[in-house]
């Protein structure tokens, strides 16, 4: 553990010194963040604007899932992005051969080994919405720490699910229509799943788990989500993570190698 520590450490303190060198482009992501909140907030506002609300869900309650969703919108953008995404040209390109070698899981360096600071503003922003929310619902710092647990697993699974869809590239190596449509899918959770009709709740809930990465979140900082769902987002969180390293091992089986 301590040797990937340290390996961590001087592959995020190379990817920041790369990229500051264009700080421009930090602004660029900034206005870029606060025109996406706009309209996430004006979509929201829409339905809110005339007294209708989602059964169950004030304004300042769906403002916490909307502030949820734009944390994981700042870590996909810091996190994953730069990393899976680079998948698809590792093998393209025949790096992979190198990554393979490499005396350190290659899972870990492939989703690890660069960091992008242009979603920190979507990090900021995300907590800044929440922080609102919540002081206009009188929670505090016993409503915001349980929610660390199901916050965590949204994580784990978001990773999860990129991961694999990346690992796919070793059959099909043009995959960019399949991770925009897997990130628009992951757009529907701006809002709470009620916001859905039934059919579509069943599907952001048990084929493509948005539920488990803002709604289940939002519901536990608000202090009413029900142990079953609690249980459910560690249990799906954990095995998801376990199926991406067996399905890594198992793609590589079928990778030949850009000398073969």
Same mark, same amino acid.
């Given at each position: 553990?301590?040797?990937?520590?340290?390996?961590?450490?001087?592959?995020?303190?190379?990817?920041?010194?790369?990229?500051?060198?264009?700080? =421009?482009?930090?602004?660029?992501?900034?206005?870029?963040?606060?025109?996406?909140?706009?309209?996430?907030?004006?979509?929201?506002?829409?339905?809110?604007?005339?007294?209708?609300?989602?059964?169950?869900?004030?304004?300042?309650?769906?403002?916490?899932?909307?502030? =949820?969703?734009?944390?994981?919108?700042?870590?996909?953008?810091?996190?994953?992005?730069?990393?899976?995404?680079?998948?698809?040209?590792?093998?393209?390109?025949?790096?992979?051969?190198?990554?393979?070698?490499?005396?350190?899981?290659?899972?870990?360096? #492939?989703?690890?080994?660069?960091?992008?600071?242009?979603?920190?503003?979507?990090?900021?922003?995300?907590?800044?919405?929440?922080?609102?929310?919540?002081?206009?619902?009188?929670?505090?710092?016993?409503?915001?720490?349980?929610?660390?647990?199901?916050?965590?697993?949204? #994580? =784990? =699974?978001?990773?999860? #699910?990129?991961?694999?869809?990346?690992?796919?590239?070793?059959?099909?190596?043009?995959?960019?229509?399949?991770?925009?449509?897997?990130?628009?899918?992951?757009?529907?959770?701006?809002?709470?799943?009620?916001?859905?009709?039934?059919?579509?709740?069943?599907?952001?809930?048990?084929?493509?788990?948005?539920?488990?990465?803002?709604?289940?979140?939002?519901?536990?900082?608000?202090?009413?989500?029900?142990?079953?769902?609690?249980?459910?987002?560690?249990?799906?969180?954990?095995?998801?993570?376990?199926?991406?390293?067996?399905?890594?091992?198992?793609?590589?089986?079928?990778?030949?190698?850009?000398?073969?």
């Amino acid at each position: 553990m301590q040797r990937y520590l340290k390996v961590l450490k001087l592959f995020w303190s190379a990817a920041i010194a790369a990229e500051i060198e264009y700080r =421009i482009n930090f602004f660029i992501a900034t206005l870029s963040s606060i025109g996406n909140l706009a309209g996430s907030l004006f979509g929201l506002f829409l339905f809110y604007r005339n007294g209708y609300t989602f059964s169950g869900w004030s304004w300042e309650a769906a403002l916490v899932v909307l502030g =949820i969703f734009t944390l994981l919108q700042g870590f996909s953008a810091t996190f994953l992005a730069p990393n899976l995404n680079r998948i698809v040209r590792h093998v393209q390109e025949g790096t992979l051969d190198f990554v393979l070698l490499k005396p350190i899981r290659s899972q870990f360096w #492939l989703s690890t080994h660069t960091i992008s600071p242009w979603g920190v503003p979507d990090l900021i922003f995300g907590g800044v919405i929440i922080g609102y929310a919540g002081k206009r619902l009188g929670l505090g710092i016993t409503n915001y720490l349980p929610s660390i647990i199901p916050l965590f697993c949204g #994580l =784990i =699974i978001l990773y999860s #699910l990129w991961f694999i869809l990346g690992a796919t590239s070793i059959w099909f190596v043009k995959i960019y229509n399949a991770t925009e449509v897997l990130r628009g899918l992951l757009e529907a959770g701006r809002y709470p799943m009620v916001a859905y009709p039934a059919a579509y709740r069943f599907f952001f809930t048990f084929i493509v788990p948005v539920t488990f990465l803002t709604t289940v979140p939002a519901e536990v900082i608000l202090g009413r989500v029900q142990v079953p769902w609690l249980i459910g987002a560690l249990v799906l969180a954990a095995v998801l993570f376990w199926a991406s390293s067996k399905f890594w091992s198992f793609a590589l089986r079928f990778y030949t190698s850009a000398s073969s």
